[in-house]
């Protein structure tokens, strides 16, 4: 199974120590895989105006210093390309949520149109769009909850 951790780095993220939790829930997610709580190949991604796994990323590995910087829109159709359409695999999104109207309505019809939980998403900050709300949108001191039996799903 592979897990892909999405790391919104779009402008809003940069506010409010945003970066920094999300290097620590990322942190987590590597740590409880490693510790076999869970299993899968966490490929991380870097999402704003474009959408990209780093390929040469290993959980292992510290957090890469260039995801702590945050700037530009977040692009919801990148994000649609990069899996194009349907992934071989669950994905986590780490936002704030702070997208514009067209972007919501794009993530969302994409979100709908895979298979059912393959998406789930981690409220990132004190302050989080009050769009993201549902049963498979978690805080991120939630991560944990977000995780426990999801994986175990097989591939989506």
């Known amino acids: ?38 299993r899968a190949q966490i490929q991380l991604c870097r999402w704003a105006a474009e959408a990209t796994v780093l390929p040469d990323w290993d959980a292992r590995q510290d957090y890469p210093p ?16 990069l899996f194009e359409e349907k992934p071989d695999g669950k994905i ?13 309505k794009v993530f969302m019809q994409w979100k709908d149109r895979l298979p059912a939980d393959t998406v789930r998403l981690i409220k990132t900050g004190s302050e989080t769009s ?3 709300k549902g049963v498979k949108v978690f805080a991120a001191e939630d991560i944990l909850a977000a995780l426990d039996g999801w994986l175990e799903g097989g591939p989506a």
Not at 66 to 80: E, F, H, I, K, P
Not at 92 to 104: P, T, Y
């Open 1 to 38: 199974m592979t897990l892909y951790v999405v790391c919104d780095v779009s402008g809003s993220m940069g506010e409010d120590g945003r970066p920094f939790l999300m290097r620590t829930v990322v942190t987590a997610i590597a740590q409880w895989i490693q510790l076999g709580y869970g």
């Open 66 to 81: 260039d995801l702590l910087v945050c700037q530009g829109r977040s692009n919801a159709n990148a994000l649609v390309q």
């Open 92 to 104: 986590l999104v780490l936002s704030d949520g702070f997208w514009s109207r067209a972007e919501s």
């Open 130 to 132: 009050p769009l993201l």
